[in-house]
């Protein structure tokens, strides 16, 4: 049955914790997560949610708890953004490494300088590496959908690894929509009680992750990857039995619409990729064969849909709220990697969108994607990257 | 109180450890393993700890151990206090085992956000005056005139007194202990484990490699330490302070050692003019006048 009520994706976060049965929660906040952890705080102190709530003095000490409480056997969950998710950065890697289960929702924002509390990507990209699962969401439905999705991934035994359920700050994080909570019995019935690799624990006594000499760190290193590799075979399991008991979908890996007969291909990522179905649905009744491909899955990157995706199109579009500065956004190198050893690839176009918090509406990926088709019927890509609705600045 | 003789002969730091001969950190992480037995979750933070245990896929702990980051025991013992409770195992003690570079300077802050949500757990901060584990360079614990890498000079500032710091925090229990007194180590750490809430045992560790004496002398060394009054022990239980045997009886200055003899045993003094030596002595002399206040108060903070 479930129950819909109208809400903000930081709530609804915060009520998917809730339905995980998440046991220990320790956070700090930032804006523009705040309204998470308030709201976790709330129900944990009413006594809706039998859980320890961790008050830490900064987020370094939200994800160290996590790790503690995560290695002594319960399921944790945490949530931040921008400087308090770069803070986190060094603890980041000592919970993929550790291979701790640990969920944390991540609500996008711009990192500072200069200070800005609006979205990008630029927190969460900047953590790519680190060996965290990193899902991207488009609407609050997915939010709640995907933190239990997580969890049941996190927690497999091909996987062992934390995972970033990521959300725009504002665009989603405040927007009050109506959303589907699931009954706790059907969440149990698909999440089962926790489950990591190991646990601290008397009567088996380990070390965990002590020093370990060039012999066996790449082995270590190389079983991380491994996960991965099997993450990107489970999440599209997941999501479909998911599906099959919920009702929601998301396409796995990636998301993807009116891709069959598509001749440009726009990819990106959250919201934008919500925007781009209405751009493509608009572009379609003027003729234009335009799909979306939209990125739920970053880490592990999902290398072989993109190539399937690049077999059919001509050209692909990357959108990214995010900039790597003396390259491109991260999309676009991601697929252009994808793709370099591929004969007859589509041509490649990267935009850079959104910094900051600036709106990408579907007139702005109309306009991109108009741009591309122009492209396109000149047969050549006339700037490989370019900065959308840029205004004119001096250096 | 415990006596040596009865202590458990169950060892929980194994044979073949990777500690430097005569490291007293390695003495006094023996006797936290015979105090509290093998019901602990032990907090490592980076320090020579983590080496202390051996590479991977070695051990030389019996006990269950979760490796920290360097700034990050106080945090993440509290999340495994957290999860303790949720699991229901009452009998099992946290236990932060953190030097006192991860201790007084990058990991204060944790420590002292775990003191203050009264997280239940041990922190012993073993306190060998240096950032062993990088090849010894001052810490916020290194005593005023010591050598280190980064103080080749010596340290021109005094010694951070951590104690106090946690002191105004006011956590049911604090005390100062040193290995070269075992028993009284024992005993702290026992009646810690029976005190709820954050307790703090701040433990001073003598280290032959970076204090620069023969590997023999740690006992000795910290014995001196003691009687010379430089190191005091002492408890705040409650709030109320008490010197312990044998400092009990040093507030009477006849009855301490000049500091000169502590000082002149160790390499890392060796370059400390007269009246550098002086100066310390009066520090001494003034914290023991300190100490004597303390004494005579219901409460020390
Ligand atoms: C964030 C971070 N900075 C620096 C280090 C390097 N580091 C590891 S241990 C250590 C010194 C530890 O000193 P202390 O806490 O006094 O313990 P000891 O080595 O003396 O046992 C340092 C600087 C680190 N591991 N992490
Ligand atoms: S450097 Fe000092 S504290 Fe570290 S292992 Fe050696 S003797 Fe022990």
Known sequence: MGRVMIDTANHVAAYAAKAARVRVVAAYPITPQTTVVEKIAELVEKGEMDAEYICVESEHSAIAACIGAAAAGVRTFTASSAQGLALMHEALHWASGAR????????????????????DFSDSLSQRDTGWIQFYCADSQEVFDTVIQAYRLCEDERIFLPAMVCLEGFILSHKYVPVKIHDQDDVDAFLPPYRSGWILDTSNPVTCVNLVSPEWYMEFRYMI?????????????????YGERFGFRYGGLVDKYLCEDAELVICTMGTMGAEAKIAANNLRKEGLKVGVARIRVF??????????????????????????????????????????????????????????????????????ARKCMKWLGNGRVERETEWVDLRDVKT | MTTIKELPREEYLLKGHAACAGCGPSI????????????????????????????????????????????????????????????????????????????????????????????????????????????????????????????PMGKKERKKDMPSIMAAHRIPYIATACPSYPVDFINKLRKAKEIKGTKYIHVLTPCPTGWRYDASKTVEIGRLAVQTGVWALYEIEQGKFRLNPPSDRLTDKSQRKPVEEYLSMQERFRHLPEDSIKKIQRWVDGDWEHYQTLASLERCI
């Open chain 2, 28 to 151: 006094a992480l023996r006797l936290l393993f015979k105090a509290l037995g093998n019901k602990v979750f032990l907090v490592v933070p980076a320090s020579c700890t983590t080496v202390i245990e051996g590479p991977y896929p070695f051990t030389s702990f019996a006990v269950p151990v979760q490796n920290t980051l360097f700034e990050a025991a106080g945090a993440t013992a509290s999340g495994i206090a957290a999860a303790l409770k949720i699991r229901g195992l009452d009998d099992v003690t946290v236990v932060g085992w953190a030097g006192d570079g991860g201790t007084t300077n990058i990991g204060i802050q944790s420590l002292s956000g775990a003191a203050e949500r009264e997280t239940n757990f041990i922190y012993v901060c073993y306190d060998n005056e240096a950032y062993g584990n990088t090849g010894l360079q001052r810490s916020g614990a290194t005593p005023y005139g010591a050598w280190t890498t980064t103080t």
């Open chain 1, 299 to 368: 880490r592990p990157f999902p290398v072989e849909e993109i190539r399937k995706l690049a077999e059919k199109a001509r050209m692909i579009a990357t959108i990214d709220r995010h900039i790597s500065f003396g390259m491109d956004g991260f999309l676009a190198t991601e697929v252009k990697a994808s793709l370099y050893d591929m004969k007859n690839k589509p041509s490649i176009a990267g935009f850079i969108a959104g910094l900051g918090g600036r709106d990408v509406t579907f007139k702005t990926i109309e306009k991109v």
């Open chain 1, 225 to 241: 990857q491994e996960a991965m590799e099997n993450a990107k075979m489970l999440i599209p399991k997941i999501d479909k039995e």
């Open chain 1, 100 to 119: 701790l289960p640990i969920v944390m929702v991540v609500v996008n924002r711009a990192m500072g300088a200069p200070w800005s509390i609006w979205p």
